[in-house]
């Protein structure tokens, strides 16, 4: 009688849990229709907040995009989403990387226009893809910040680019007592446009103190989005800059030296500013979604984040960063007279270099855009280097300026370390088994060595005195090495 009992009790709680399953489905059924039920079609700027997220996309999908490389792809409600990825330029980007397999290579574009960003590739050695690695900014922006120090001078500090400004101790090289060094007979000095082209430390470094100043600086970090949330359908790390008050720290931090970091995103965002008279994108990826039926449910339009400089303040600028690559740091890489793109348009950048981490890494930046005038593409390249050398940003971004364009691609600069020092320089190859380019080298070398025994002979009885002061200089220069 108990056993009987206890066999219809189970029952009855049996019964009473299909019930209560069955009831759980049907919530759960309905619930799931309603989520994907699909709002009437909406025009917005696109915004990691909601926009194109709200129809059944979600940043995992946009991710596994990115990751693949591809410009569209199936929503599982069977609606379309296309991005705004240029494919072509997004793969080419990324065969380069793998190609040379740096320790990173980061690359990002966009339309100053539109903010269509048309490329974001991440890539660590060995072949991954990294999609977020242009969202961070965890780069430093080395001589890159000398675009911002550069505008905040002309703007505020009244400096015209041919204003001629006098330097000590190299053009690399910061010291204490050359950020008020006075014009002599035998100073050198070089223009502002010279300056921003070579990427001079040294007239930089004077520039930020005398005629731009630490809350200036600081001001204009703020314009150009540091410290600001950028608007994007992936977050975005937030790039930072600390502008110390002692001279000598703010002259390094407005040379290159200091602790500025950017994404790459952003330093694309940066160029468009510069390139569109001070308006500053916001930066799209998200393009379109429609329905199964190819019925717009959501598309992106053009905005404005944010106004930066003068439109006066941005052209003068950008006509500087022309000669960077005409005669200045990325000259070698974009070799002006060997290059069909550079005889059809204007091209402005503006690089950067950096050794830091640990342990120690060379960061080597372009960023640019062209065509100057009316521009169509900016971007910014970074290659993070370790000693095994073979491309720099310049290369890449001249790259990647040849395949939107639909310009033949070019082979990069050749670069080996030099005995004995920690610079490094170009090689010039010589071809094997021809006697005459030996004879042609041995003789040159041989000439080159005579040439060097008679300067040395004629500096000897200075030789002392040369030595200390190139101790106090070294005491007082930076232990990073920046240039370009």
Do not use: C
């Not at 370790?386 to 395949?403: M, T």
């Not at 030595?467 to 232990?479: E, H, I, P, Q």
């Amino acid at each position: 009688m108990t056993r009987r009992a206890d066999g219809t009790g189970f029952r009855r709680i049996a019964a009473v849990g299909i019930v209560l399953l069955a009831g759980w489905a049907l919530a759960t059924a309905v619930m799931a229709a309603n989520r994907h039920q699909l709002p009437p079609p909406t025009r917005s700027a696109p915004d990691s907040g909601g926009g194109a997220f709200d129809h059944g996309f979600t940043p995992a999908d946009l991710h596994a995009l990115l990751q693949a490389g591809r410009p569209d792809g199936l929503l599982p409600n069977g609606s379309r989403v296309t991005l705004s990825l240029n494919e072509e330029l997004q793969s080419q980007i990324f065969d380069l990387f793998r190609r040379f397999d740096p320790l990173y290579g980061v690359f990002a574009a966009m339309e100053p226009d539109t903010g269509r960003v048309v490329a974001l590739v991440g890539y660590r050695r060995g072949g991954e893809s990294d999609p977020w690695l242009p969202l961070k900014a965890i780069y430093p922006a080395a001589s890159l910040i000398k675009v911002v120090t550069a505008s905040a001078a002309i703007e505020r500090g009244k400096v015209s680019p041919q204003d001629e400004f006098s330097y000590r101790g190299g053009i690399y090289g910061i010291t204490r007592g050359g950020i008020h060094a006075r014009d002599g007979r035998r100073t050198p000095k070089m223009t502002l446009e010279e300056a921003i082209a070579r990427s001079a430390n040294a007239v930089f470094g004077k520039v930020a103190v005398n005629n731009v100043g630490g809350p200036v600086l600081e001001e204009y970090l703020a314009k150009f989005g540091f410290e600001q949330k950028i608007p994007f359908d992936l977050p975005v790390e937030t790039s930072r800059g600390i502008v110390p008050k002692e001279e000598y720290e703010l002259a390094r931090t407005g040379a290159g030296f200091g602790e500025v970091y950017v994404s790459p995103l952003h330093m694309a965002m940066i160029m468009s500013a510069i390139a569109s008279s001070g308006a500053m994108p916001r930066p799209v990826l998200i393009d379109r979604i429609e329905d199964r039926d190819g019925q717009p449910l959501y598309e992106s339009s053009p905005m404005k984040w944010r106004d930066t400089v003068l439109p006066e303040t941005a052209n003068a600028v950008v006509r500087m960063m022309v000669k960077t690559v005409e005669m200045g740091t990325s000259r070698r890489a974009f070799a002006p007279g060997r290059t069909p793109l550079l005889q059809d348009m204007d091209v402005a950048g503006k690089t950067g270099s950096l050794s830091g981490w640990t342990p120690s890494v060379h960061f080597e930046w372009f960023a640019g855009v062209a065509p100057v005038g009316s521009p169509r593409l900016a971007l910014s390249a970074l290659v993070v280097n370790d000693s095994r050398w073979k491309i720099k940003g310049s290369y890449v971004g001249k790259e990647a300026f040849n395949s939107y364009f639909g310009y033949p691609s070019s082979m990069p600069p050749v670069y080996a370390k030099a005995r004995g020092t920690r610079k490094w320089r170009p090689v010039r190859a010589v071809k094997k088994g021809n006697p005459t380019v030996k004879a042609k080298s041995k003789k040159a070398g041989k000439a080159a060595r005579a040439r060097k025994a008679v300067k040395a002979r004629k500096r000897a009885p200075a030789k002392t005195a040369e030595k200390g002061v190139g101790k106090r200089l070294a005491a007082n220069a930076s232990t990073a090495r920046t240039g370009g």
